[in-house]
C-alpha cells in the first residue's frame, strides 16, 4: 500500500499529516509513504529528512494522488473550502482519504468527494471511547490550541501573569478565567498556572470541578441545570437559550474581574455558543485579553471576528483560528501518531479492512460505494444526492 502526503493548501497552514519519524510505524504496516516536494518544510521538516526515513519524494500533487492508495491530510477539501476543492477531481473510487473533513457541515464537498468514489475517513468523528483516545486528533490540536491561547494572551496583555516582589515593589499577578475545561481549557489552565496567573476555570459540567483544581485553579460554580451538558459520545451538546442567558448573567462579574478571559466552547456541527457578551467586555478593566478559541465557529465572544485581532473598549480581542498551526512541528508529530495509530486500527495483515461493526470505523467513514453512508451525515442530505447537494432545506 502506498501513503501520500501532499502539501496542505489552505492559507496560513503549516502542519503536515505525517512527518518522518512515523514512517517506520507505517513501514510495519506495510505502508509505502509518498510525500509531495515541500510537503513538511513550512512545519520544520525537510525532505532529506523524509528520504532519511526511506520516504519518497514526488514532483507534483497529481502524480502523487495517481500512485496514493490512501491519502492522509490535514485538511480533506471539506475542510479546506474553496481552495481544496481543487483535489477532488484527483479522487478515484476505491482511494482512501483521511483527515479532519468538516462533515456535518461541508455537505456540498462531502457530496462531491463521494461521487468519485473514495473512501472519506473525518477523523474529528471519533468517538471518545477509550479504545479512540491514541487517534483522537481533536484532543491532540486541542492541547497545542490551549496552550497557544495562553502565550497569546501574555504577549497582548500589558501586565506580567506572575507575582513578582521587587526592590521597585510587588507586582500583583494576572487573573485569568477560562471557561470550559475539556482538553483544552485544562491546557490553558495548566499554562497560565505555569506562568504565575491567577486562574479560574468555568465548565457546564459540574463533574470537571476536580480537574480543574487538580491544576491549582479555582472551579467557579453556578447554580445551573447542568444534567444534560454532554452527549452519548463525550461531547458537549447544545444548550438551551435560557440556559445561556442565565449562564451570561451568573458569569458577568467573574468576567468584569479578569484580566484575561480564554474561551473554548464549541458544539460539533453547531455555531458556537455566545457566552460572553459586548456589555461583558465593557466590563472588564482596560487592556484586558480575551482569546476566542471558538472563533472559527462563529466565537464565544459577541464581539470577536474570526481571524482578526481587535480591540474594542480597550479590550484586545483575538479572534485567531488555527492556532495548532502556529506550532507546527509540535502539532505535525502528535497529528502524525493519531494518523499512524488510526491506520494501524484499519490495516490488518498489510491490507486495509474495514469493520463496520466496530465503533471507530463505523463513526469516521463518511462515503464508500459512491455514496454518503455516515448515518448522521446523510441524514442532513437530501436522499438523491448524498453523493453530491445538500437539501435545500
Not at 477523523?123 to 491514541?134: F, K, N, V, W
Not at 448524498?386 to 432545506?393: I, M
Request: net charge neutral.
Amino acid at each position: 500500500m502506498i501513503l501520500g502526503i501532499p502539501r496542505e493548501t489552505y492559507p496560513s497552514e503549516r502542519r503536515v499529516a505525517i512527518v518522518p519519524d512515523t514512517l517506520p510505524l507505517l513501514a510495519r504496516l506495510g505502508i509505502e509513504v509518498i510525500v509531495e516536494r515541500g510537503a513538511g518544510l513550512p512545519a520544520g521538516f525537510s525532505d532529506d529528512y523524509y528520504r532519511s526515513k526511506k520516504g519518497t519524494i514526488v514532483e507534483s500533487r497529481k502524480e502523487l494522488f495517481l500512485k496514493a492508495d490512501i491519502i492522509a491530510m490535514v485538511r480533506t477539501p471539506g475542510a479546506n473550502p474553496g481552495v481544496g476543492e481543487a483535489d477532488i477531481p484527483l479522487l478515484r473510487k476505491g482511494q482512501i482519504i483521511i483527515g479532519f473533513a468538516d462533515p456535518l457541515t461541508s455537505l456540498v464537498e462531502t457530496g462531491k468527494v463521494a461521487r468519485q468514489g473514495a473512501q472519506l475517513f473525518a477523523l474529528e468523528m471519533l468517538p471518545r471511547i477509550t479504545r479512540a483516545q491514541s487517534m483522537d486528533v481533536l484532543s491532540s490540536m486541542a492541547t497545542v490550541a490551549g496552550y497557544k491561547a495562553v502565550i497569546l494572551a501574555a504577549d497582548y496583555l500589558p501586565r506580567l501573569f506572575p507575582l513578582l516582589m521587587t526592590a521597585a515593589g510587588t507586582i500583583s499577578p494576572a487573573r485569568v478565567f477560562v471557561i470550559g475545561a475539556g482538553v483544552a481549557g485544562l491546557q490553558a489552565i495548566a499554562t497560565a498556572r505555569r506562568l504565575g496567573a491567577i486562574v479560574k476555570g468555568y465548565d457546564v459540567r459540574p463533574a470537571v470541578k476536580e480537574q480543574v483544581e487538580s491544576l491549582g485553579a479555582k472551579f467557579v460554580e453556578m447554580e445551573l441545570e447542568t444534567a444534560s451538558a454532554e452527549d452519548k459520545g463525550g461531547y458537549a451538546k447544545e444548550m438551551g437559550e435560557d440556559f445561556i442567558r442565565r449562564q451570561r448573567e451568573m458569569m458577568l462579574k467573574v468576567v468584569a474581574d479578569s484580566d484575561v478571559v480564554i474561551t473554548t466552547a464549541a458544539i460539533p456541527g453547531k455555531k458556537a455558543p455566545i457566552l460572553i457578551t459586548a456589555e461583558m467586555v465593557k466590563a472588564m478593566p482596560a487592556g484586558s485579553v480575551i482569546v476566542d478559541l471558538a472563533s472559527e465557529r462563529g466565537g464565544n465572544c459577541e464581539l470577536t471576528k474570526q481571524g482578526e485581532i481587535i480591540n474594542v473598549h480597550d479590550v484586545t480581542i483575538i479572534g485567531l483560528d488555527n492556532l495548532p498551526s502556529m506550532i507546527p512541528y509540535h502539532a505535525s508529530q502528535m497529528y502524525s501518531k493519531n494518523v499512524a495509530t488510526f491506520l494501524g486500527h484499519l490495516v490488518k495483515d498489510k491490507q486495509i479492512q474495514l469493520k463496520m461493526d466496530d465503533e471507530i470505523t463505523r463513526e469516521t467513514l463518511i462515503t464508500d460505494g459512491g455514496e454518503v453512508v455516515h448515518a448522521r451525515v446523510k441524514s442532513l442530505m437530501s436522499p438523491s444526492t448524498a453523493q453530491g447537494a445538500p437539501n435545500a432545506n
